[in-house]
């Protein structure tokens, strides 16, 4: 496969997942919006968000394998359909509950969607640091939803209502098609398709016990984790305990979008020249120094929007380098398998950081001082496991 083709399909792949974190970067700028239209509560906002992060970890364990029995396609545009159709049914929402349904979709299409962008990598192909390159620049165009999203939604939000923001979504979709049908081809012949029986339950099996997939789906998951952290108490802290407008979020959520941008962007160069260990190491480095740096500042001068904003996206960074080199650890030996190892993988990620969402939500915060110790534990423990790994690894080699 020539240069040009295989640009053209990581480009329709890194805007396939730019489609489907829309209904995070997209919502968020219209939570508070949305809160007085249903007269809800924190908690139960929470909950809109963290029900689609989990139906979208879930929606993987199924088109995963599908992806593996029919191609890699026929699931795009199915999980773009069910995006476009629960993007309309949000828009029309009466209630909270049809609200939650459509968010409870939503995470089904997204699923379809997010799981092909690291599957077609996995097809084209076999070298780590070459996957770890490749997914750089697709989480890199993913990242562009936190840059460009927040303003033009902020303002469409507080301009008109909530539902003013639904248009990017089901448009976002249709767009997305007509990229996938034009540049996006069938990366997986039907001669390497398999089965969807329980040799489905079995692969499932064999993966989760592949000792390198597990310690680096772990770590993926606690770094992804940091940055739903952010996503889910910004608001809460700029809006609501800094008393600041939403444009002003929206500014600031913007330049996070910038930052994870040019991270993703920088996470996928650093893999190609050095090995993603050290990667690893070095964000988790980072993140930690940072984490002490938030909890430090808010314990010596009361809580500004810097105090909290400048360790928070050093967090972000660090959470970043560690994201992009272990999603390829983990996905590296599973050639024929793909489609479910990156599945499992996302599930993992997804449905660890719904409930970590919730429970940092379910506090009543008056301070960002929960925030900081929840970070600096994950990293932590993040750390932690990896030098764990490392040290079985070294053990194995020598009884080898």
């Known amino acids: 496969m020539k240069t040009k083709e295989q640009s053209l399909i990581i480009f329709s792949l890194a805007f396939l997942s730019f489609t489907s974190v829309l209904p995070i970067d997209g919502y968020t700028p219209a939570l508070l919006c949305i809160k007085k239209y249903f007269q809800t509560t924190d908690h139960r906002l929470q909950l809109t968000l963290s029900i689609f992060m989990l ?108 539902q003013a923001t639904a248009p990017l979504f089901w448009i976002s979709g249709i767009l997305a098609a007509f990229i996938a049908y034009g540049w996006l081809p069938e990366t997986l012949p039907p001669a390497k398709r398999s089965e969807m029986d329980r040799k489905v339950l079995s692969a499932y099996k064999s993966i989760l016990l592949n000792r390198s ?39 600031y959520y913007t330049g996070y979008g910038i930052l994870y941008v040019v991270s993703n962007f920088l996470a996928g160069y650093l893999c190609s020249i050095i090995h993603i260990d050290r990667v690893i190491l070095y ?77 940092v939500m379910s506090q009543d915060m008056q301070s960002v001082f929960p925030v900081s110790v929840a970070l600096l534990l994950l990293s932590v423990v993040g750390i932690s496991i990896f030098l764990c790994r490392n040290c079985v690894t070294r053990l194995d080699e020598v009884k080898s």
């Open 213 to 251: 997939f597990f310690f680096y789906s772990v770590i993926s998951a606690i770094s992804l984790a940091t940055t739903f952290i952010f996503t889910s108490v910004s608001p809460h802290v700029f809006i609501r305990l800094l008393q600041q407008s939403t444009q002003t979020y929206t500014l």
């Open 283 to 359: 964000g988790f480095l980072i993140a930690i120094a940072s984490s002490i740096g938030m909890f430090a500042w808010n314990y010596i001068s009361e809580l500004s929007s810097l105090s909290f904003y400048i360790p928070m996206m050093g967090i972000i960074f660090g959470s970043v380098l560690c994201h992009v080199a272990s999603i390829s650890g983990a996905i590296e030996k599973f050639g024929n398998n793909a489609g479910t190892a990156v599945a499992l993988n996302t599930a993992f990620r997804f449905i660890f950081i719904s409930f970590i969402g919730m429970l």
């Open 55 to 162: 139906t979208t970890g879930l929606g993987q364990l199924l088109f995963g394998p599908l992806s593996d029995l029919y191609g890699r396609r026929k699931i795009a545009f199915t999980s773009i359909f069910i995006f476009v159709c629960s993007s309309f049914l949000y828009m029309y929402a009466e209630s909270y509950s049809a609200l939650l349904l459509s968010r409870f979709i939503q995470g089904v299409g997204a699923a379809g969607m997010g799981v092909l962008g690291i599957t077609v990598v996995r097809d084209l192909y076999n070298n780590t640091n070459k996957i770890a390159k490749a997914l750089g620049y697709i989480t890199g165009g993913t990242a562009f939803s936190p840059t460009l999203t927040p303003l033009l939604q902020g303002y469409l939000a507080s301009s008109f209502d909530w």
